[in-house]
């Protein structure tokens, strides 16, 4: 397909990169900070722009990868007729693009994207369309690019972000306590990587909640006393501890 | 080295099965159910026990690798005069063994360890000893079936398993929370896999410090209060997602 890309951040140039790869050709990249746009349609092997005017208006496909907030100043903009027009939010409804074309859907792309990242992870895509036809279109465009693909409305894509901010910025965050504890405490935080991909690993084999281990599933108050009188310099980090202890306590 | 292993739990399992493999006798397993020490000796290819007047008395090393609270009950019954005896739990002082022998000191897998699990993860070893050479027979056989070793005392230890269930039994209780949530809400948690991969797998490029993202981060409070909206359901949940939502951002 011949694709414009709208955007040079995480999502646009990750994406581009990933539909490039899969034989897409990108015709064009808008946007507003002509350095990267220039940057990411360099990569990507086509021209950019920072003027509305001169957006191609012959491209299959319009990819809006722009913040949640830039969307509408974007479809001030940009008519497009018959083309189709996609966002990639998570917590946008599909009908934002109503009035930008009669084709429009979303392909939201479940994972956290980095360009700094030099691996490309596995990318499952969440789609939405307005019509059949382009539910078919974005189906098959998303499965050039990746082995998971959903529809889900606007709701059940919420649903799922939901759950995506407990897995990565939740999760995500514990790391990051973990990491300022170990830093303080003249701990080498590398030594956890090991536990931290198991741990990751380990969902594919055995469910979660089946395996629960560690002092707070067992009620092991010896344990959970030490740690806790370890934590007394660090009151934030106890209090999610207590938090915690007390969740898998409940939900054993 | 001729090694006796005391336990038949997931650590005595695995770290059995590592010590074999790199070429290490397991001369005996003892273990109080008689039909589990078996299973695992057959296993290890040697004999068991469960009698402790046939404890095997001329091994390099004893492992005693059962849980906490068992310790000391082993102790009133096994005496080594002058082998070598270490223990595996990361929060219990090594000066527990000092009557049982001259030579005794901690060998601490920092690994979430199931005897189910198909796989060996990589298993970094915590040591800690009474004397120069048992720290050095110690490290000798930690390095041969890990490549992360370090020494550390008990309180350094305790601090590292205190780190440990931050990162294995805390994260795994928010994956635990969202599959939850997903099977109530008819959403198939396994779409969240290749996101749980990549944010455990991003820390090896990135501090997690610098690559948190999210609603949480940025403060989105359109995001956030849909969030909470779609949690009017999860009470629990939903105090889970207060608590990150206002750590992540006190932390940015």
Redesign the interface.
């Known amino acids: 397909m011949e694709i414009v890309i709208i955007g040079t951040g995480n999502t646009a140039t990750v994406l581009g990169r990933k539909l490039k790869s899969a034989g897409h050709t990108i015709v064009q990249v808008f946007g507003r900070d002509s350095m990267a746009a220039s940057q990411l349609a360099y990569e990507l092997g086509t021209e950019s722009t920072n003027y509305w005017n001169v957006v191609y208006k012959e491209a299959d496909l319009y990819i809006l990868a722009v913040s949640?907030i830039a969307i509408e100043d974007v479809l001030r903009e940009l008519q497009l007729a018959d083309k189709t027009i996609v966002h990639t939010a998570a917590?946008v409804s599909k009908n934002i693009l109503k009035n930008a074309s009669h084709h429009f859907g979303v392909f939201y792309p479940?994972?956290?994207l980095?360009k700094?990242?030099?691996h490309i992870?596995?990318?499952?895509i969440?789609i939405d369309a307005s019509d059949e036809s382009t539910m078919r279109e974005l189906e098959f465009l998303a499965h050039s690019i990746s082995d998971?693909v959903?529809e889900a409305g606007d709701e059940?894509r919420?649903?799922?972000?939901?759950?995506?901010?407990?897995?990565?910025?939740?999760?995500?965050?514990?790391?990051?306590?973990?990491?300022?504890?170990?830093n303080n405490?003249?701990?080498?935080?590398d030594?956890?990587?090991?536990?931290?991909?198991?741990?990751?690993?380990?969902?594919?084999?055995?469910?979660?909640?089946q395996?629960?281990?560690?002092?707070?599933?067992r009620n092991?108050r010896?344990?959970i006393e030490?740690?806790l009188e370890?934590?007394k310099k660090y009151p934030?980090l106890k209090?999610?501890?207590q938090?915690?202890t007390e969740?898998?306590y409940?939900?054993r």
Chains 1, 2 share one sequence.
């Open positions: 949640d917590s479940l994972q956290s980095k700094e990242v030099g992870p596995d990318i499952p969440v998971k959903v059940q919420m649903k799922l972000h939901l759950a995506a901010v407990i897995v990565n910025n939740f999760v995500n965050h514990l790391y990051a306590l973990a990491e300022s504890y170990c405490e003249g701990i080498d935080f030594l956890l990587w090991p536990l931290i991909k198991e741990t990751a690993e380990r969902i594919q084999y055995i469910s979660p909640a395996s629960q281990t560690g002092p707070a599933l092991d010896t344990t030490k740690h370890l934590l934030h209090r999610i501890y938090t915690f969740s898998i409940v939900n």
